[in-house]
């Protein structure tokens, strides 16, 4: 499998992104107003500890602006920073499937109908996709580049009773079902360092995305930001951040683990200056980029040499 591979000793998103459209391709995260079962009530009004009040991951993302504007924003900063010719529409806050199936449409099709945009990306929930909203995303899977994000963070029940997700693993196995019976290519989240997770449990994480055929993946590291219970339980002395060279050591035995035609779509993240309390580390993230790039070259490894 290793022809696969071109910049990186693991199958990078981006280089697929050069394969597929022949240039430089960039995301442009979309905010289009979605709520959450886990803010709504239906759920629950907190969410999950460590999502801050804007929706995990949606720093950046210029609000109360419509989707198109947000869309000619981000494609002039995109354009200026790294010359990028074709963008893809990431409907990224919140729960991006958290509607009816025909304003699911409107949004995914205003975000198509912008100049250069080739494709979507949507994030959401394993407990938001009914039968109407699958058989809407895979229209989509048919017709034009689409990725479906599905949040897993971890495995095991109790770390997601612990986070408060609202839903247990098997709603995450029945969503993967669905969408494989679709033809939705899935890329699962999942968080490295998760308080009462140890590292054989962490690494095993990866056996499972082999198991369920997971298409991609994005490793994130567990951050704190302000104004979330995770804060608070971070400032009572609760919960213990990885360490640099600890991320970079479970990358690197995760990214090993993995099955080598798995999409790798984020190996770290830094969660925005104004917002992260810890790990501070974690804002420099070139460097840990460039920390895994050394530490699979120095073990001669890559990804899915533990592979069986």
Same mark, same amino acid.
């Given at each position: 499998?290793?022809?696969?591979?071109?910049?990186?000793?693991?199958?990078?998103?981006? #280089?697929?992104?050069?394969?597929?459209?022949?240039?430089?391709?960039?995301?442009?995260?979309?905010?289009?107003?979605?709520?959450?079962?886990?803010?709504?009530?239906?759920?629950?009004?907190?969410?999950? @500890?460590?999502?801050?009040?804007?929706?995990?991951? /949606?720093?950046? @993302?210029?609000?109360?602006?419509? @989707?198109?504007?947000?869309?000619?924003?981000?494609?002039?900063?995109?354009?200026?920073?790294?010359?990028?010719?074709?963008?893809?529409?990431?409907?990224?806050?919140?729960?991006?499937?958290?509607?009816?199936?025909?304003?699911?449409?409107?949004?995914? #099709?205003?975000?198509? /109908?912008?100049?250069?945009?080739?494709?979507?990306?949507?994030?959401?929930?394993?407990?938001?996709?009914?039968? #109407?909203?699958?058989?809407?995303?895979?229209?989509? /899977?048919?017709?034009?580049?689409?990725?479906?994000?599905?949040?897993?963070?971890?495995?095991?029940?109790?770390?997601? *009773?612990?986070?408060?997700?609202?839903?247990?693993?098997?709603?995450? *196995?029945?969503?993967?079902?669905?969408?494989?019976?679709?033809?939705?290519?899935?890329?699962?989240?999942?968080?490295?360092?998760?308080?009462?997770?140890?590292?054989?449990?962490?690494?095993?994480?990866?056996?499972?995305?082999?198991?369920?055929?997971?298409? +991609?993946?994005?490793?994130?590291?567990?951050?704190?930001?302000?104004?979330?219970?995770?804060? *608070?339980?971070?400032?009572? +002395?609760?919960?213990?951040?990885?360490?640099?060279?600890?991320?970079? +050591?479970?990358?690197?035995?995760?990214?090993?683990?993995?099955?080598?035609?798995?999409?790798?779509?984020?190996?770290?993240?830094?969660?925005?200056?104004?917002?992260?309390?810890?790990?501070?580390?974690?804002?420099?993230?070139?460097?840990?980029?460039?920390? @895994?790039?050394?530490?699979?070259?120095?073990?001669?490894?890559?990804? +899915?040499?533990?592979?069986?």
């Amino acid at each position: 499998m290793q022809g696969i591979f071109m910049t990186k000793r693991y199958n990078a998103f981006s #280089d697929e992104l050069k394969r597929v459209f022949g240039c430089r391709v960039h995301r442009i995260s979309v905010d289009a107003g979605f709520s959450c079962p886990n803010r709504d009530g239906t759920l629950g009004t907190d969410g999950c @500890i460590y999502c801050g009040g804007r929706g995990s991951g /949606a720093h950046g @993302i210029l609000k109360g602006a419509s @989707i198109r504007e947000q869309i000619e924003a981000g494609k002039e900063v995109m354009t200026r920073k790294y010359k990028a010719k074709r963008f893809l529409a990431y409907f990224q806050a919140y729960t991006n499937t958290y509607a009816p199936a025909e304003a699911l449409r409107r949004f995914y #099709d205003e975000a198509l /109908a912008v100049s250069d945009v080739a494709g979507l990306i949507v994030g959401t929930r394993p407990d938001c996709l009914p039968p #109407d909203t699958l058989a809407l995303l895979a229209e989509y /899977a048919r017709n034009t580049y689409f990725w479906l994000e599905l949040g897993l963070q971890s495995p095991l029940d109790r770390t997601l *009773e612990y986070l408060g997700r609202g839903h247990d693993f098997a709603a995450f *196995e029945n969503a993967v079902r669905g969408c494989k019976e679709k033809g939705i290519r899935i890329c699962a989240h999942v968080i490295l360092g998760l308080p009462g997770e140890s590292r054989e449990e962490m690494l095993a994480t990866a056996w499972v995305l082999n198991r369920l055929g997971i298409d +991609g993946v994005k490793i994130h590291l567990l951050h704190v930001m302000k104004d979330t219970p995770l804060a *608070e339980r971070y400032d009572r +002395g609760e919960v213990r951040m990885l360490d640099r060279d600890e991320y970079v +050591g479970l990358v690197c035995d995760f990214l090993e683990r993995l099955r080598p035609e798995v999409s790798i779509q984020r190996l770290t993240g830094d969660g925005g200056h104004d917002h992260l309390v810890a790990p501070l580390w974690s804002l420099r993230k070139f460097e840990v980029l460039n920390a @895994i790039d050394y530490e699979l070259e120095r073990r001669d490894s890559r990804q +899915g040499s533990a592979c069986r």
